[in-house]
């Protein structure tokens, strides 16, 4: 599985982040995973185009994980593709329905496909995939992805092999350590410095305290908001407090293959 990071930003533009995105690709399928603000942009600079992705996941309805999810619709359009499966918790309809009522024209130019996930295990763009709640403002879920489809998967375990999760928004806490137990890649919003007080994401104190004593290949940091830059290190000092574990910053563009 081969996962790339199209945004690492925030609801706060940077310059340099583009809102949040992930390409996954496996041998059976590509799917997108949210689509926030320049995820579009950040489609169109992969091999894989807005042309190659026909499966949208939301994490939740946030404008900074939605806002190009009608542009992705009018680019395949225009592309000449025909489908989009758009994916995500209870009111994902309903926010399909609306932006479609905004820009009528927009109807039915796809065959549309649009469904509600919860936390239990599902299939998507070609990945077995399980949904976690988190603690966010809005009703959000946490993915845990297969790296290959139900025909050639392992049984889920502690072990690494082909698993990635991304917490989607979300404080931490000792369930979603647990949910990502045994991944080989875990990406997880951390927005702030310890010395912001912030509800519904993480400090990294508080990501560390929540991440010791679990095995994890390797943790991304992603969700930055202005605030954090120039003060990673920093960051990355705090968690380490606590967690020893293989943590780094996600960047805009950085892709990592999970064997």
Known sequence: MRVTFLGTGSAMP?????QTGLLLENDDGRLLVD???????????????YEGVSSVLLTHHHLDHVADLLPLLKARWLAGEEHLEIAGPRGT?????????????????????VREVGPYEFEIGGFDVEGYETRHSMYCLAYRFDGVSESGSEARGTESRGVFTFSGDSEAFEGLANFAEGSAVFVHDCSFPDDVDVSG??????????????????????????????????????IAQTYDGDVRVAEDGLSVTIR
């Not at 940077?14 to 583009?18: D, K, L, M, Q, S």
């Not at 309809?93 to 496909?113: A, C, I």
């Not at 954090?228 to 920093?234: A, I, L, S, Y």
Request: charged letters at 25%; hydrophobic letters at 30%; aromatic letters at 6%.
């Open 14 to 18: 940077t310059g340099e982040r583009f």
């Open 35 to 49: 689509c926030g603000s320049g995820a579009l942009h950040g489609l169109a600079r992969t091999g894989v185009g």
């Open 93 to 113: 309809k309903s926010l399909v329905d609306g932006l479609l009522d905004v820009h009528e024209y927009m109807q039915d130019r796809l065959d549309l496909t």
């Open 201 to 238: 994401h993480p400090t990294p104190t508080q990501l560390g305290e929540a991440l010791a004593g679990h095995e994890i290949g390797r943790v991304y940091l992603s969700h930055q908001y202005p605030h954090t830059e120039g003060r990673h290190e920093e960051m990355l000092d705090s």
